[in-house]
């Protein structure tokens, strides 16, 4: 009973067990279209031993247990489905020990990723993974995040050497080494970064780090198709340049941009790019970027050079979800993404634009290119009763077109309650797998019941 | 009953199922020091579903299954300890589907590592991980091989995209997809590569494949001590160089080298290098690292430019296992690896080195010093019957060293049989969930146990 699970709890905790609405309703918020649904109390630990104890507390009372990082999910894998105690971790954000020599760094779970970078600054070194929010490492752990700058760095499954998790039944267990590399067991570390909260509560992280990179160089240009864009990005690829960033914008994206923030762009497909390396590296690759768009008939291709134009640029990718908000006043949004193979993205992207533009609702697209990775903005408004229904639909049919293509249903927002319609079709018997690990390591299912998996 | 399966196998797959005692021991030996140990039958399927036909059979009549691609591997993965049949993939090497745009390829398992680069050589196209073998890629898949690229291009974890699986009960699973990132599900693919075999067998591969570089440069240098050359790495590592390989060979290993192949090189430990990029770029980086290692005092820097240099260079660096062992003519080797933090990686090499010298048995050490991970070529005299002894010994305190460093029992060679006994040291209770895995998925223990697992 999750009654007496609270009970015991609130011994265990004191005033660290927080059970007043307005906690609760916060707890049970999500940045997307979901409806509230708060659990029955937020607990705040502040060691691995106190998160065991809480374990072993729902443990014995069957009562579902959430992580909790700060909330910027997008596919409501934090919210109380069935009730239950959501675990903030946001008492449990040390940085514990950062060790320049091995580039890593080992943190609690609410450490967030700029205050991460912040501390990180003295050292030369940074994190690289950047989702845009100012999410949490532990959250950012368990649904494998990745953004902006996966294309160099890789996602959280290429960034996460180690963690500590406290399973469902209150055992510790401690994943991966210190060392790069490791040919010992299965890969559990791997396993449970993107598991979504399912197989345990991650309680630290061993990092890898990268070098601050010597020199940046950050571009912009526009084209007047989506695939004149996308077909530029294949052939850097292919040529091997190392971009440490690659982002498309479409024209509605750049239209809300310039509205929002008179950023004065041409209101057509937009690349922006950034190189890290040396000095002569970047010089080099930004000319032979410039050479390759402009194959591709690429327009007022601009390099940002100084530190200041670069952050206004990037600042402009990552305000690129407020503009479209701002223009769409007291309207909602289903911020949907999809993953094709590089191939198939211009298609995707071309066939994904066309049917939001017949549908009825506002849907601006952008996203990661190099990865093949895009989202569709799909605006809602609350007084118009089919808007969602036609999100759904947008939605349901970009994850279609992705499957057919060889792609998948989530390049990076996960699955969470958002998207379990697709597992089945997405992984098949897989799905079965995951359900038959997940039964293995909780067969209680109280570690976030309900996303990822169906398991009755 | 095995016999049982047997009988039923033969009527499968007719003369493609081998009784011989020349075919079974060909199965049952390993390129290490353990006994020869030979399966009941080897099997030569033809198709995913000749495969699953074949393990339809054996869950039927509880045999066991040993996957099979080019028995390079070190630990005894192969080893029929508990006999049943091996299924032998070398019928299944055929490369399925090139897709040059998305950089992928998709391939039976009993296609090998050359097999696969010559295959591609004229599409600009290589897959990088060289793990010195002519593995199979369902070989190196399995046990999350890795070499001396990876600490540019990544090991096995980073450079498969998705598998075809057929689980111990006969189900076919496709995991992964051709897009370059999910965040779909628990991470099926990760969880069988590394496995040893023990959850399934391979039937197809998509591999991530990297575009062939423009210039290529490598180098190779002296040091008076093992620290300047490690310090020298650590160095090369934190300016964020992008070494495509980077590796150690002791002193004694250069003996060998120079006594096998006359390559007149003083008898100091040495660093190879090489870097892949544009002309300018991998230019500039010889440079910087021509000055690091300057700063750690090397002599005899020289630069192979060439394409026969290079290939002399990287030769000489994959025959030195041979070198070391005709020096000692009628000897066997244990080959032993460990992987540490990289900035403990010089005390281990010493550490090491002078317990081998004290040791009264020869062992050069090499490794591929960009990961932390290096190995130790143990040398065993069969009419020394304490030598087998002395080399168990030597091998057990370079890993209690590594798991003491917060390191790793194995960087690349896996578990098989050989470092079973370091599995509950370095996992603790991720050992259990390991097994708790493994029960779930394949309950009748029959797909290559006693590896990596001891499930009884």
């Given at each position: 009973m999750i009654s007496d699970a609270i009970a015991a709890l609130q011994t265990l905790l004191g005033d660290r067990l927080n059970q007043s609405t307005s906690d609760r309703n916060l707890h049970g918020?999500?940045?997307?279209h979901f409806t509230t649904t708060p659990p029955d109390a937020v607990a705040y630990p502040t060691s691995t031993d106190e998160v065991r104890a809480i374990v072993e507390i729902c443990h014995q009372h069957n009562c579902p247990m959430i992580g909790w990082g700060t909330?910027?999910?997008?596919?409501?894998?934090?919210?109380?489905v069935r009730g239950g105690v959501t675990v903030d971790f946001?008492?449990?954000?040390?940085?514990?020990?950062?060790s320049p020599q091995d580039m890593t760094v080992r943190i609690q779970p609410g450490v967030t990723r700029e205050a991460l970078n912040e501390e990180l600054r003295?050292?030369?070194l940074f994190f690289p993974v950047d989702?845009?929010?100012?999410?949490s490492l532990g959250g950012m752990a368990a649904t494998r995040a990745s953004g902006t700058t996966a294309v160099r760095y890789g996602t959280m499954r290429d960034n996460v050497l180690g963690l500590e998790v406290v399973m469902a039944d209150g055992a510790v267990v401690r994943t991966g080494t210190?060392?790069?590399k490791t040919a010992s067991g299965y890969d559990l570390t791997g396993l449970f970064v993107g598991s979504e909260g399912t197989l345990g509560l991650i309680t630290e992280l061993t990092l890898r780090l990268q070098g601050q990179p010597e020199a940046i160089s950050a571009g912009v240009c526009s084209f007047d198709t989506i695939n004149q864009a996308v077909a530029a990005v294949i052939d850097t690829i292919q040529m091997g340049l190392p971009m440490a960033r690659i982002e498309f914008i479409d024209a509605a994206t750049v239209a809300a941009v310039n509205q929002y923030?008179?950023?004065?762009?041409?209101?057509l497909p937009h690349l922006l790019v950034e190189f890290h390396g040396s000095e002569a590296g970047v010089a080099e690759q930004s000319e032979t970027f410039g050479l390759i768009v402009a194959e591709h008939d690429a327009h007022d291709f601009k390099w940002a050079t100084q530190a200041e134009d670069r952050s206004a640029l990037w600042k402009m990718r990552h305000t690129a979800y407020y503009a479209v908000l701002a223009c769409h006043p007291g309207a909602g949004a289903m911020v949907t993404d999809i993953c094709v193979p590089i191939s198939k993205l211009a298609n995707a992207v071309e066939q994904t634009s066309a049917e939001i533009n017949q549908s009825g609702i506002a849907g601006p697209i952008m996203g990661h290119v190099g990865d093949g990775n895009f989202h569709a903005i799909l605006m809602i408004?609350?007084?118009?009763?089919d808007d969602l229904k036609t999100a759904k639909n947008l939605s349901e049919r970009m994850v279609t077109r992705a499957l057919e293509m060889g792609?998948?249903?989530?390049?990076?927002?996960?699955?969470?309650?958002?998207?379990?319609?697709?597992m089945a079709r997405e992984h098949g018997h897989g799905w079965t797998l995951m359900s038959n690990i997940k039964r293995a390591l909780d067969p209680q299912d109280i570690m976030n019941p309900g996303k990822l998996l169906r398991q009755n």
């Open positions: 918020q999500s940045e997307s909330g910027t999910s997008l596919e409501g894998h934090t919210l109380a946001s008492r449990m954000a040390a940085v514990l020990e950062v003295a050292t030369g989702p845009g929010a100012n999410a210190e060392a790069r923030s008179d950023a004065g762009l041409p209101e408004d609350p007084d118009k009763p792609g998948t249903a989530t390049g990076e927002h996960g699955i969470g309650i958002g998207k379990l319609d697709y």
